[in-house]
């Protein structure tokens, strides 16, 4: 990583990558992109002032990306000295391990400074999508760049008014891309090589800010994703356009990723478009809707899909719907408007006051479990909480704090 010989040299010397554990959190949103967390035995509720704080680092530089967590090793983006970084730091003592450039991460009026994407890691390899459009490619081992592809000329990918947002996913040997327009609305990569495998034509509409999903619908593999025109559902090995479904609002931000199950994908957006959840037909052809509501219009927080419940957030607080009917079941205004994680049946809110909310949800309402306030960092608190091995992390701006959540 070419940030100097010593950050190299931290970053390529220090122990080996140790294998992936289960309860590791390698990309956007966690093991299966759901925002829930493979951890149990964890805390049920958290003294005066939150758990106990283990460390915090700065030195991330500007960004908005949560972290990825692959053993005892930690990533995630931030923007220094005018360029996108990638930061590597230890999950004991919170070390910065090393940095590495991408290049430029936003353009002059894109709104605010800072990274967006979080990396996803695959195979000992991490990718990054900057808000400019290039995807790069890293050796996790190395640190050095493999091969970066510029979406927008190579593919005819178009910027958006905030910079591009995406966490991209990787599929076996592919990794997914939305660089939007008519002749690759999503695109299908080598991973070893960033060489074109598949692209996605028959709707010329921009991406809008969201990451995608992978789903096994009826045996067939189908990625789930919002861009400027709405949801879309597109063949996994082909590319192909399956079906497309307008959903929009006055400034084409789709920021939250899609949940899927059962044959239905629920999105939702904010700027009083809501919620809707659509009902896939058998063969993966098309769609129909099943419920729409205006009461949860998710920004960028995230949804949660646990059993019958989705859970969100906007305004109005946390907002718990029936996920067959679409019924407002409840809402917890204290929580406010954040980002939600899941973890051992708990939901945890980072809202954009600064608060961390731990909540156990039920069938009437959500019991306050714990609160911490988040005073480290700088600009606005927009990261999602990530809970990997028995920690807490909150990433806010060039600060990043792990707190210990398990009972061991």
């Known amino acids: 990583m070419r940030i100097g010989s010593l950050a190299a040299l931290a970053l390529v010397t220090t122990a080996l990558i140790p294998p992936a554990r289960a309860s590791d959190w390698p990309q956007w949103r966690g093991p299966n992109r759901d925002g829930i967390s493979r951890e149990q035995d964890l805390l049920a509720s958290w003294p005066d002032g939150g758990p106990r704080k283990l460390w915090s680092v700065e030195g991330l530089g500007q960004g908005f990306s949560t972290v990825v967590v692959i053993g005892d090793r930690l990533y995630t983006t931030g923007v220094s000295d005018g360029e996108g970084r990638l930061v590597a730091i230890s999950a004991e003592g919170g070390r910065i391990l090393g940095k590495a450039s991408y290049g430029s991460d936003s353009v002059e009026g894109g709104g605010y400074p800072g990274s967006r994407s979080t990396p996803t890691v695959a195979d000992g ?32 990918g178009r910027q958006l008014q905030w910079n591009v947002a995406e966490s991209v996913l990787v599929d076996g040997k592919r990794v997914i891309c939305t660089p939007g ?37 009826n045996g067939a593999r189908m990625l789930l994703t919002m861009v400027e025109f709405g949801a879309v559902g597109v063949d996994a090995d082909t590319g192909k356009l399956l079906w497309k479904h307008a959903h929009k609002n006055r400034y084409a931000v789709h920021a939250a990723t899609p949940v899927y199950a059962n044959g239905r994908v629920i999105v939702s957006s904010g700027y009083e478009q809501g919620t809707e959840m659509l009902k896939i037909a058998r063969n993966g052809s098309s769609v129909d809707v099943g419920w729409q509501q205006k009461s949860l219009d998710n920004h960028h927080g995230g949804l949660i899909l646990m059993g019958d419940n989705l859970y969100g957030t906007n305004d109005r607080g946390l907002v718990c719907l029936d996920a067959g009917s679409g019924q407002v079941r409840w809402t917890e205004p204290k929580a ?47 990261a999602h909480p990530v809970v990997a091995n028995g920690r807490l992390y909150i990433r806010h701006g060039n600060a990043l704090i792990a707190y210990a959540v398990g009972r061991r």
């Not at 899941?342 to 809202?351: I, N, Q, R, T």
Request: aromatic residues 8%; positive net charge; hydrophobic residues 40%.
């Open 125 to 156: 390899r991490i990718f990054i999508m900057s808000g400019t459009g290039v995807l790069t490619c890293f050796g996790e081992k190395s640190g050095q760049k493999q091969w970066q592809v510029d979406t927008f000329k190579e593919l005819g």
């Open 181 to 217: 327009g008519p002749d690759a609305l999503l695109a299908a990569l080598d991973a070893a090589s960033g060489k074109l495998v598949w692209r996605t034509r028959g709707l010329d509409s921009k991406s809008a800010y969201c990451s995608p999903i992978l789903a096994d619908h």
């Open 336 to 382: 406010g408007k954040g980002s939600l994680t899941a973890a051992d049946g708990l939901l945890y809110v980072y809202s954009e006051k600064g608060v961390v909310t731990l909540l156990k949800p039920g069938a009437n309402g959500a019991g306050i479990k714990g609160t911490l306030r988040v005073t480290e960092g700088t600009a606005q608190h927009w």
